[in-house]
Structures are given as C-alpha cells and as structure tokens.
T-cell receptor
Framework: GQQLNQSPQSMFIQEGEDVSMNCTSSSIFNTWLWYKQDPGEGPVLLIALYKAGELTSNGRLTAQFGITRKDSFLNISASIPSDVGIYFCAGRTTSGTYKYIFGTGTRLKVLA | NAGVTQTPKFQVLKTGQSMTLQCAQDMNHEYMSWYRQDPGMGLRLIHYSVGAGITDQGEVPNGYNVSRSTTEDFPLRLLSAAPSQTSVYFC???????????FGNGTRLTVT
C-alpha cells in the first residue's frame, strides 16, 4: 500500500536544540496532519494543515504544507525532554476517498 | 472526557482463536476506523465506517470483520487469529470524514 516517506527515522538531539523533520509523497495531498505518540499511548494530534503554503504553529511546534502539495515539514524549537516520542505525519489524497495515509515515524530522543 | 476508549489493553491469543476488540467514542463522531501499527510500517488502515450501518475496507482488511450498529461503537473481530496479526491496534474517530482523527490508546495483541 501507499506510504509516506518520513525522515529522519530517528534523531538524538541536545535539550534546547531545534528539530526539523519532513514527509514526502508521490501523490498530491489536500490535508496534512502531524501527530505525536508517547510509549503505550495512541497518537495525539499536534497540527492540521489544509492549504498549500499554510504555516501553522502550536506553541514551540511549527508545521508547513508544502507548495507542491506533496510534502510537509514539522519544526520543534528549543526542544525539552518531554518532546521525546515518535512523530507521525499523515496525509489525505484528493482522490475522493476519505482515508489517511501515515508516515513511518520519526523517533526523537532528547539528551538533557 | 473519555474520547475514544479501547478494550482490552493487552490480549494474548492462540492461533485459530477468535476475539473482538472493542472501541467506543462519546464525541458523537460520524467517522470511525481501525488501524494496525507494526514496527517500521506506520499505521495501516484495516476498516472504516462513515456512519452507523456503513462500513468499508481499508488497506489490510483480510482476517478482520467490522460492524457499526450504533454511532458510538465500532468493534473489530478477528475471525481466526494468526501470528501475522500480532500487532498494536488503534481505533480512531473524527467528527466527519474530512476531519483529523482522534485515537484511542490501543490494544496490544499477541498471537502465538
């Protein structure tokens, strides 16, 4: 089945550093979502994007809907230990189906 | 503030056994879906429903059945468990089929 390419797969960063991750697709999407998943829990919605070029913030998190509609980026500024977890992107195509496709996740570890 | 509730949290089955994973939401959401999460694969859609009495197949439906007799409940049935169905299962709902998904905390299933 179709999957999104999400990178990096994992990253170790120092507390206070900024983090960037992205997702790319071969298909055009009309919605991008970013989720965070903590161990033993379900994914929690961070940011939703609905228009090409849209830039949306949620606290220290900022996400962008790529102009080509085939990619999206998530930035975390001034990382803190509780940012540890797995971050997933999800996209919905314009094909008329109402199904979200998920990336394989970016595992973030923050070193205090 | 229950949101999406999944039971049980953990389950071990022997090959060939059947069981039902329960999912309930109290947000009056139209859309509900089941995903499985496997290492390195992201979340893959099993079945979904756009309203009571309406269900459809996702990406990996084989070996699973669903029904939607009420808006609140969307159980997932494993007909004859196989080791390949060892996974973490997530139920998700949204207010409409265009809206972001809200996830439960998952059921970790092991089939021996």
């Amino acid at each position: 089945g179709q999957q999104l390419n999400q990178s990096p797969q994992s990253m170790f960063i120092q507390e206070g550093e900024d983090v960037s991750m992205n997702c790319t697709s071969s298909s055009i999407f009309n919605t991008w979502l970013w989720y965070k998943q903590d161990p033993g829990e379900g994914p929690v919605l961070l940011i939703a994007l609905y228009k090409a070029g849209e830039l949306t913030s949620n606290g220290r998190l900022t996400a962008q809907f790529g102009i080509t509609r085939k990619d999206s980026f998530l930035n975390i500024s001034a990382s803190i230990p509780s940012d540890v977890g797995i971050y997933f992107c999800a996209g919905r195509t314009t094909s008329g189906t109402y199904k979200y496709i998920f990336g394989t996740g970016t595992r973030l570890k923050v070193l205090a | 503030n229950a949101g999406v509730t999944q039971t049980p949290k953990f389950q071990v089955l022997k090959t060939g056994q059947s069981m039902t994973l329960q999912c309930a939401q109290d947000m009056n959401h139209e859309y509900m879906s089941w995903y499985r999460q496997d290492p390195g694969m992201g979340l893959r859609l099993i079945h979904y429903s756009v309203g009571a009495g309406i269900t459809d197949q996702g990406e990996v439906p084989n070996g699973y059945n669903v029904s939607r007799s009420t808006t609140e409940d969307f159980p997932l049935r494993l007909l004859s468990a196989a080791p390949s169905q060892t996974s973490v299962y997530f139920c998700a709902s949204s207010i409409s089929r265009d809206s972001p998904l809200h996830f439960g905390n998952g059921t970790r299933l092991t089939v021996t």
